[in-house]
């Protein structure tokens, strides 16, 4: 009877906790998993959005195969990448800095963090007057005597890309702190005391004892922020809708999305999407594999 009791109590405590999820998991099944599961045998056609479509195999990719342009998409998207080192060491060191009990400290981290949540055709506003070739920053730049001329931080082919990584790494910043804080704030304080006591310094104890408990969040956070790198879009599509200057920033998300809503040819932007996610699956793959092998599972 006893038994009995328990398994009801657990049976209706899952039930309560599906209750609460199932709306935001009739939302992902609407919104997320039917289109990607539609998209895939979409790629396969060669539709348009109007009149009928025509199975033809694996001409769509074949077609991204033999578009420069496809290519140039998806090199942009890796270098995006770049920004994930980036961000997680910043990350962490701002984590650390926020991980005291200061006065203000609670206020300063939601500052931090406001740029995850801010819509980003408001901060798209924001920067493309930053960034202007009149804008705030060739001002200061130029006050100060470190520029004579104004820079085309969005309008120079050689300039964009970087300009865009950094917007992403400003905006990315804060739910990457937040996820080390968590990490930090549960450390066992007593190895950290021990350290100090035995004569380590605060950088020694941070290297030797905090990074290598981190591991496990220092794993997840590469994970996330490499899926986010390659799949970015936006950013790209808030501040620089047409990839230019002469593709500069054209990136595989935004060159998908152009062939669908801009060319109506949904069948090769499912077929460029199927392709993305490989690359992205590939990459997610080899940090998942490097961070088992480099012991940054919970279980080693």
């Not at 060319?263 to 690359?279: K, M, P, T």
């Amino acid at each position: 009877m006893r038994l009995d009791g328990v398994l009801k109590r657990r049976i209706r405590e899952n039930l309560v906790a599906y209750a609460f999820m199932a709306p935001a998991l009739i939302v992902l099944a609407v919104f997320v998993f039917y289109p990607i599961i539609y998209s895939i045998p979409l790629a396969f056609y060669d539709y348009s959005g109007i009149g009928e479509s025509h199975y033809i195999g694996f001409d769509n990719f074949i077609k991204a195969f033999h578009d420069e342009e496809f290519w140039i998409a998806i090199r942009h998207s890796i270098q995006f990448v770049l920004v994930v080192p980036i961000i997680q060491i910043l990350s962490i060191l701002l984590a650390t800095l926020v991980n005291k009990k200061l006065p203000g400290i609670s206020i300063f981290r939601v500052l931090i963090y406001i740029p995850v949540v801010t819509s980003m055709i408001a901060v798209s506003i924001i920067w493309n007057w930053i960034f202007d070739e009149g804008g705030v920053l060739n001002a200061i730049l130029m006050n100060i005597g470190l520029l004579k001329d104004p820079v085309l931080w969005l309008g120079d082919a050689n300039l964009a890309l970087f300009t865009l990584m950094f917007i992403t790494i400003w905006q990315g910043l804060g739910y990457y702190m937040m996820l080390y804080l968590a990490g930090l704030q549960s450390l066992p304080p007593e190895m950290e005391e021990a350290a100090i006591i035995d004569g380590a310094g605060r950088i020694k104890t941070f290297i030797k004892i905090k990074i290598p408990l981190l591991k496990p969040y220092v794993w997840f956070c590469s994970l996330m922020s490499v899926i986010s790198a390659v799949s970015v879009f936006d950013v790209v599509f808030a501040i620089k809708d047409d990839g230019g200057p002469d593709n500069a920033t054209l990136v595989a998300n935004l060159y998908s999305y152009r062939k669908a809503f801009v060319n109506f040819e949904f069948g090769y932007s499912a077929a460029v999407g199927v392709l993305v996610s490989i690359v992205i699956l590939a990459l997610s793959v080899f940090v998942f594999i490097y961070g088992r092998r480099g012991g940054m599972s919970n279980n080693e």
